[in-house]
């Protein structure tokens, strides 16, 4: 089933030890966009300027991407510039200008309003909530990322799109910071409240947790000896998580589940590589192989 | 199988949001003793002060473990004073005393020295070394726990006595000390040079990781809503670990990955309430029915 995203179509300046690009295709909704097409349909929303040339948008093409809902502005693309740290667990932004991106008034495709799927990416909470709107009838899905500047700076506006929300896909020091509560499994119960019945909370190099009705489920980080760029790897979990769900028709327990891993494993692809250098030669054979490596990393029998 | 364990038994004074303790029995030894005991028959080699009452001693009572190997001596018994902050994720030691301690040389009895399994909990190496060499005959797995002290201040008796070790188990901080490698999974090779052929790494809240030939498997802590006092929490999962590998017999990767499981069941009662408490009225039925929680938090089918 189609799957809509809306969020940031970016150009990144990215430095890490392993190296440095001046200019890279980056954004939430690209690197999940990227990432959820190796599953299922995907209805992008997003707006990009002058700049975002027919080279830049071949990102989209030969994938399961519709692009009808990315809009075209004078002006210059998002752009935004970080550096991480020696050990890839801190990182620097260097710059952020919305450009484009400040006056984005999102419009949903026609052929984009039934999406029963639905991701709204890292953006402001007002502007998710105005696409949930034009969204006709219920979608089966709803799942939202957010971070710490909407959740200090428009609480409130942040609250009243969490009201419509299934799933809220954020990190841990978000969840504390949006639920007050520094335990887990309490901040859980507190978001809960706010609107979402599920929670995933993205730990970085420890994985990702997934707490609902049916309890409470564990997924590691794949262990890789050399992680090149953190960049886009909690959309591209997202993107897997709900590109699989998406797919699958199903939000059972056991669907619940094999999102999370599949989740994981977009994120794992997403920074053994430069921005979306990773994905762009993925292939679903090395999707399912490191499923199959998920399994060996984590089951066991009593 | 007999399992051998030499470390400390000493009293701690704890303070945690949740509560305070003036004086308690602790001890790396101690905690895994009780928490390995559970599991298999365990042989206990330390050293107590005369404020070692028997009333103190009850905690070795009714359970598989073997005191002829606990020495007396004129003195007080080693000391440990520690402040958990709010969220228990750090702690300031206010108090270190050695006591007699500072002049433990373990004597073995000889109903000990045809141990199979050894543990070499957390003390100066040129102990650790000198435990290990009144073993008779090759044991069948020697692991041993350290700390930065010594990784810092002793590291070429450390290094001599991982010279004899099968399994080290320590936390991941002290991983990247010892390996000058960030990164884990680069860490364990340089780890494995040094003699162990596997390494557990405790990650608190994040559960542990197993790296040995087999490759990687990992296990999430148990979620709680409220952990009390993490002190033992690492001494419990290393006694649960070895405790079930002796009591198996076998090293296979299947009893590996059961080992951790059972590690991780041990330590997350152990955090449950403060120092031993939990342990002392844990019932073995509640072991395998978290033990299959564990299940539940971690398993998946593609």
Sequence with gaps: MSLLVVGSVAF???????????????GAATYFAVSASFF??????????????KADARIFHGRAINID??????????????????NLNERVTLLTEL?????????LPDHYRKSKYVFLANIAPELQRDVLQ?????PKLVAMDTMNYWISGS??????????????????????ELSSEHNLLRAAKHIFK?????LVIKR????????????????????????HDPTGAGDCFAGGFMGYLANAGSQSDAALRRAMVYGSVLGSFAVEEFGLDRLRRLKKAEIHARARHFLKLTQFAL
């Design 69 to 86: 809902g990315l809009e075209r502005a004078a002006g210059k693309s998002f752009f935004w510039a970080g550096k991480y740290s020696q």
């Design 99 to 107: 450009n484009v991106f400040a006056d984005f008034k999102p419009k």
């Design 155 to 176: 609480n409130a506006e942040l609250r009243e799109t969490l009201k419509h929300v299934d799933i809220l896909m954020i990190n841990d020091t978000e969840t504390r």
């Design 12 to 26: 990144d300046a990215l430095e890490s030890p392993y190296g440095k690009v001046e200019r890279t295709i980056g």
């Design 194 to 198: 706010m609107g979402p019945s599920a």
């Design 40 to 53: 299922t349909h995907v209805n992008l929303v997003a707006i990009v300027g002058d700049d975002f040339s």
């Design 204 to 227: 970085g190099e420890y994985g990702a947790m997934l707490v609902d009705k049916h309890g409470v489920f564990c997924v590691p980080a794949f262990p890789l000896e050399e992680p």
């Design 134 to 138: 034009q969204v006709k009838g219920a």
